[in-house]
């Protein structure tokens, strides 16, 4: 769970002033693992904020989303790889085929992936 850095801020400031984390945790409903990460990550690095999430930044973020769309209405029968083609030249960013396939879910965008046709010949 994400908490407000006012949240974060108010902890920190009651753990130096009285010293007590498990006083801390119950006072702002807080676990006091989460107390003691914040007391430790403020003095390691001085600054209350939240930590980046780990990992690396998405390629295709929401920003792009409207352009996705627009690419998969004005290319509807584009696999996913002709898709990472198009967005590279249009964008200059080359994505892979699951990058393309997550954004897409992403932004609830389908895919028409193959024509239909009758299951059987009585069909």
């Given at each position: 769970?994400?908490?407000?850095?006012?949240?974060?801020?108010?902890?920190?400031s009651?753990?130096?002033?009285?010293?007590?984390k498990a006083?801390?945790?119950?006072?702002?409903?807080?676990?006091?693992?989460t107390?003691?990460?914040?007391?430790?990550?403020?003095?390691?690095?001085?600054?209350?904020?939240?930590?980046?999430?780990?990992?690396?930044?998405?390629k295709?973020?929401?920003?792009?989303e409207?352009?996705?769309?627009?690419?998969?209405?004005?290319?509807?029968?584009?696999?996913?790889?002709?898709?990472?083609?198009?967005?590279?030249q249009?964008?200059g960013?080359?994505?892979?085929?699951?990058?393309?396939?997550?954004?897409?879910?992403?932004?609830?965008?389908?895919?028409?992936?193959?024509?239909?046709?009758?299951l059987?010949?009585?069909?």
């Amino acid at each position: 769970m994400a908490y407000s850095k006012d949240l974060r801020e108010r902890v920190l400031s009651y753990v130096a002033e009285h010293r007590n984390k498990a006083a801390a945790a119950r006072l702002f409903k807080v676990h006091e693992e989460t107390v003691r990460a914040w007391v430790k990550a403020f003095e390691r690095s001085g600054k209350a904020r939240a930590e980046p999430p780990p990992g690396r930044p998405r390629k295709i973020t929401a920003e792009h989303e409207n352009s996705l769309k627009a690419q998969v209405e004005s290319h509807s029968d584009d696999t996913l790889a002709q898709h990472c083609e198009r967005w590279e030249q249009t964008t200059g960013v080359k994505v892979g085929i699951a990058t393309m396939h997550t954004a897409l879910k992403r932004a609830k965008l389908m895919r028409k992936k193959r024509p239909s046709k009758p299951l059987n010949a009585m069909s």
